[in-house]
Nanobody, 125 residues
Framework: QVQLVESGGGLVQTGGSLRLSCAAS????????MGWFRQAPGREREFVAG????????YYADSAKGRLTISRDNAKNTVFLQMNSLKPEDTAVYYC??????????????????WGQGTQVTVSS
């Protein structure tokens, strides 16, 4: 089992940047694929980005390509989401998630095993 704690959210102006972090407990972090999802008010939780166990392969939703970058540091049990050129439509609660079967490209939130509590990102226009 793994516990996830996100941090780094906040209020930023359009065009600004934020770096989200997700710290994982346990000594098996490197055995999990990791991902970031987001959920805006009144909308379903949507996949943003995923990263393989080793960190060697990443996968992005179309809305994230070119602006958001997922990375991980297995030595520090942490996954990151660097967000640049932020837009008001990026406003949401951002969640990190862990997946034991390695399917880091899976958009289906129900297939992910563990979740953090979320961190709010608000982009003002």
């Amino acid at each position: 089992q793994v516990q996830l704690v996100e941090s780094g959210g906040g209020l930023v102006q359009t065009g600004g940047s934020l770096r989200l972090s997700c710290a994982a407990s346990g000594r098996t972090f490197s055995t999990y694929a990791m991902g970031w999802f987001r959920q805006a008010p009144g909308r379903e939780r949507e996949f943003v980005a995923g990263i393989s166990r080793s960190g060697g392969t990443t996968y992005y939703a179309d809305s994230a390509k070119g602006r958001l970058t997922i990375s991980r540091d297995n030595a520090k049990n942490t996954v990151f989401l660097q967000m640049n050129s932020l837009k008001p439509e990026d406003t949401a609660v951002y969640y990190c998630a862990a997946k034991s079967d390695g399917g880091f490209y899976n958009h289906n939130s129900a297939s992910w095993d563990y979740w953090g509590q979320g961190t709010q990102v608000t982009v003002s226009s």
